[in-house]
């Protein structure tokens, strides 16, 4: 094996996906934002220990001791944002879209109703510079973090002040069984320089990927996109 060995700094884009309840890409008019009016991305894995089986004999020794290895329940993944894109969060919490009367209408704000409350499924990509950002460009390397499918996310409100009023996507949480494959977005290109998404699909049991690519992160834009997915 040769490894690529790297270092991470910054963030320039997050990427959330519209998922269905079993954690597959939902292809339509509404199902992607690109934002680079993110603050942070902060991930936590949720981690149980083992179970340990252990026993004393009657003079105080040691009998036997075993302990069953960690289990991952999830990554908890929180994205303070200073740029709120209203239809973002409605992907990635399931909030109520608030629109104008325009034509067509715009999403002016959302509104946190418990009938819909942290019911909603997303993928989280973010890209990162490297050290190995500098020319040549045609070398040019870009850090990118996959979290396939997180669920349960709520609306962070901030302390409205004299300062910044920042709103966090906040508590998501990682679960087994993604349906993302090697995913509906082309993230680099091939050694014969053709776009291309992930080369092998990630596991269903996968909850967190770090990767290198070389191409370029996708452009910010208010509001989602439509998602067309590959057959």
């Known amino acids: 094996m040769v490894a690529a060995c790297e270092s991470y700094f910054q963030g320039f884009v997050v990427r959330v996906t519209r998922l269905d309840e079993c954690g597959a890409p939902v292809a ?103 050290a190995n950002s500098s020319c040549p460009t045609t070398t040019q390397r870009w850090g990118y973090i996959l979290l396939p499918w997180l669920a349960e996310g709520t609306v962070g409100t901030p302390t409205i002040e004299n300062g910044a009023a920042n709103f966090t996507v906040k508590d998501a949480m990682t679960m087994d069984g993604n349906g993302w494959g090697v995913g509906p977005y082309d993230i680099q290109t091939s050694a014969l320089g053709v776009a291309s998404p992930l080369f092998s699909p990630i596991s269903t049991t996968t909850h967190f990927l770090l990767y290198q690519v070389n191409l370029a992160p996708p452009v910010d834009a208010c509001g989602c996109q439509t998602l067309v997915i590959p057959t």
């Open 28 to 130: 339509g008019a509404c199902s992607t934002v690109v934002s680079d009016g993110f603050v942070k991305v902060e991930t936590e894995p949720d981690e149980e220990d083992g179970e340990v089986l252990t026993q004393v004999k009657a003079d105080g020794t040691r009998c036997y001791y075993r302990k069953g290895p960690k289990q991952l329940n999830g990554f908890k993944t929180n994205i303070e944002f200073c740029d709120v894109d209203p239809e973002l969060f409605n992907i990635a919490t399931g909030v109520t879209l608030v629109t104008d009367d325009a034509t067509p209408p715009v999403s002016r704000g959302f509104a946190v109703d418990s009938a819909t409350y942290a019911q909603a499924d997303f993928a989280l990509e973010v890209w990162t510079d490297t």
